[in-house]
């Protein structure tokens, strides 16, 4: 096991994985842009220059749509490290006949080729994030996206840079140079990805039909099935939406906002490097801000800062350039610069915070048997929002007269909107956000044992000391799998905090001389998800601790127990005795403000003891020898 993202390169379950993917996208983006130096090499007129670099965008996009449903089936029946292959094989093949394009000037096979690339991104995209969850552990999956959305970003911005170079560098031997680096580079990612251990099929017995259309509208279908999953898919389109928007604009926003020469691309691309560079940051600073859990309460910290800093670039420099003719020193000299600089920087980074929870989410909670499909789905919803967002970006400026700073201002606006909606129809989103805030801020939290004994999968029952409020928020920010708290009901029913508690999906619970019917209900809904193979977690002394100590543990875990016998986690809070929510001082005393920031807090989780033998008393034992002596 990984104890941190970067220890994942060295290992081959996901080594040879990463460097195929970033090949890949690498490969896509040299040829694309190779196409564009054989363009001008061949000196085509700017009308036609124009048309082939709309038609190209279309071209590799179109297969999404066509194939996406069948690439998803496809993802799901075959073990995944042989569809890698195959389609890295296809892109060997697909890049030969590109290098003919490019050996004998013809446009038309170099668009053919473009548009078999489409195709070979569409059946690769599902199998390249349905892998994931197969090789990492829940631990590892925020910390793996991260890397790859930071290995898919490098790539695009170097492939940029490498596929714009070839034909300047290697002049009138352009063609011949363009077509031996991407076949070259093909080679080279079938190769590697012959490393990749062998990851079995999800759903081997899956019937494909090979009729896509039902099947694209299937895997839409299975993007909805969940409120979570369906706004997380929601929000990654979203992302792509607004990144397509923002690099449309940098070309030209460059040169006339910036000052850059036409027909000089220098500011463009350092512009683009900026975006590039902070998206990479972002992404990888994901594992440590989540403490290695799917921490979806970061989506909202970079929905936020991303509408941020759209809205500051447009006052950083809301007219035309203040001069004109500069190259990428020549700006970073010039007045102004930094904070535009920094905006680049910033939006890119928070977009990192933004998307991969969002990746991480989807797979951590969509069904293994169901996974391909789900990011099939996804693909087709990921072009349509693209499609849409160049047609957004043209209509605006061309019928509405928006100068670029306007459209990056609407887009910033329109991000708070779209962020406000996310969050309003699935409050678990804004919920972790606030819970996130307030256990980074108010406590350094010492986790011991939980990666090595909470289930990775299947279900499990948590027990743990009870000793303040904020004991559940504190248990989800360590573990990295979504928990049921079992509470007190007349705390759920608290009027104001009930959609909350109901958002985390909380199990009220009350004693049997309360109210029967409704310890009848928890204890069934108890059964239910861990049927379900969910983890819940039940505090047995019943309430807050009065004296900081622990109090006897109740029966009604070895209730739970005898109706479904899984595995029980012995787990142990420590240093929350002290916090403003325990029962430690009077209701008044409970109003004081924290004593420090960042108090420490530990929480210890034991190897689990079988359900068919554990009861009771020797669950209070062993949550008491984990304890210790601090409260």
């Known amino acids: 096991m990984a104890h941190n993202q970067f220890e994942l390169l060295g290992q081959r379950r996901f080594l040879p994985y990463f460097v195929t993917q970033s090949l890949g996208a690498f490969n896509d983006n040299v040829y694309r842009q190779a196409i564009i130096g054989l363009l001008i090499y061949l000196g085509i007129s700017l009308e036609e220059r124009t048309l082939y670099t709309n038609l190209a965008p279309a071209l590799f996009i179109l297969p999404y749509f066509l194939f996406s449903g069948l690439a998803g089936q496809i993802a799901e029946k075959l073990e995944k490290s042989r569809l890698v292959r195959i389609t890295t094989m296809m892109e060997i093949v697909i890049m030969s006949v590109a290098g003919v394009g490019f050996l004998i000037n013809s446009m038309t096979l170099l668009l053919v080729a473009l548009f078999c690339t489409g195709l070979q991104s569409t059946l690769f995209g599902p199998v390249k994030y349905s892998i994931l969850p197969s090789v990492l552990k829940p631990e590892e999956l925020t910390g793996g996206n991260g890397l790859v959305e930071m290995g898919t970003s490098m790539s695009i911005l170097l492939g940029m840079i490498f ?28 190769l590697v990805s012959r490393a990749i251990p062998r990851v079995e099929a999800s759903a081997p017995d899956l019937k494909i039909n090979w009729n896509p259309f039902p099947e694209s509208l299937k895997a839409l279908r299975l993007t909805r099935r969940t409120p979570a999953v369906r706004n997380a898919v929601l929000g990654v389109s979203w992302f792509w939406f607004v990144g397509t928007v923002l690099t449309a604009q940098l070309p030209t926003y460059a040169v ?65 350039a203040l001069s004109t003719g500069l190259d990428a020193a020549g700006f970073i000299a010039s007045e102004g610069s930094w904070r535009i600089m920094a905006d680049l920087t910033l939006i890119g980074l928070f977009a990192g915070l933004y998307i991969v929870p969002l990746f991480a989410l989807v797979q951590s909670r969509t069904p293994k048997g169901e996974l391909s499909r789900v990011i099939a789905g996804l693909n087709i919803q990921n072009a349509f929002f693209i499609v849409l967002a160049a047609m957004v970006g043209i209509a605006v400026q061309r019928y509405l007269g928006w100068s670029i700073p306007q459209v990056i201002l609407a887009l910033g606006i329109a991000n708070a909107l779209v962020a406000l909606l996310i969050f309003t129809l699935v409050p678990e989103f804004f919920l972790r956000f606030l819970a996130w805030i307030y256990v980074s801020v108010f406590y350094r939290v010492s986790v011991t044992g939980v990666e090595e004994h909470v289930p990775d999968e299947g279900p499990a029952l948590l027990v743990c000391n009870h000793v303040s409020y904020m004991d559940p928020l504190v248990i989800s920010a360590a573990v990295p799998r979504p928990i049921r708290f079992v509470m007190y009901y007349k705390i759920f029913r608290i009027p104001g905090m009930n959609w909350v508690f109901r958002a985390h999906r909380a199990i009220p619970i009350a004693g049997a001389r309360e109210d029967p019917a409704v310890m009848d209900a928890a204890f069934a809904e108890v059964k239910a998800a861990l049927d379900a193979g969910e983890l819940v977690c039940i505090f047995p002394e019943g309430a807050l601790t009065k004296d900081g100590e622990i ?37 008044l005393g409970r109003l004081r403000v924290p004593r420090r920031l960042r108090a420490a807090v530990g929480l210890v989780a034991e190897a689990p003891m079988p359900g068919e033998s554990a009861d009771a008393a020797s669950l209070e034992a062993r949550v008491r020898q984990l304890r210790g002596d601090r409260p």
């Open 163 to 190: 596929g714009g170079m070839i034909f300047a560098v290697a002049g009138s031997y352009g063609p011949q140079a363009a077509a031996t680096a991407i076949v070259v580079l093909a080679i080279t990612g079938n």
């Open 256 to 320: 006339t906002h910036l000052g850059g020469s036409v027909g000089d691309g220098t500011l463009y691309l350092f512009c683009f490097v900026l975006f590039s560079v902070g998206t990479g940051v972002g992404s990888l600073l994901c594992e440590k801000l989540s403490r290695r859990t799917v921490e979806i309460g970061l989506v909202p910290l970079g929905a936020f800062g991303m509408t941020a800093f759209c809205v500051d670039l447009y006052f950083a420099r809301p007219g035309l």
């Open 551 to 587: 109090a006897k543990f109740k029966s009604g875990v070895e209730r739970i127990l005898e109706q479904t016998p899984v595995p029980v986690v012995p787990m142990a809070l420590t240093g929350l005795w002290d916090s403003m929510w325990s029962h430690r001082d009077s209701r």
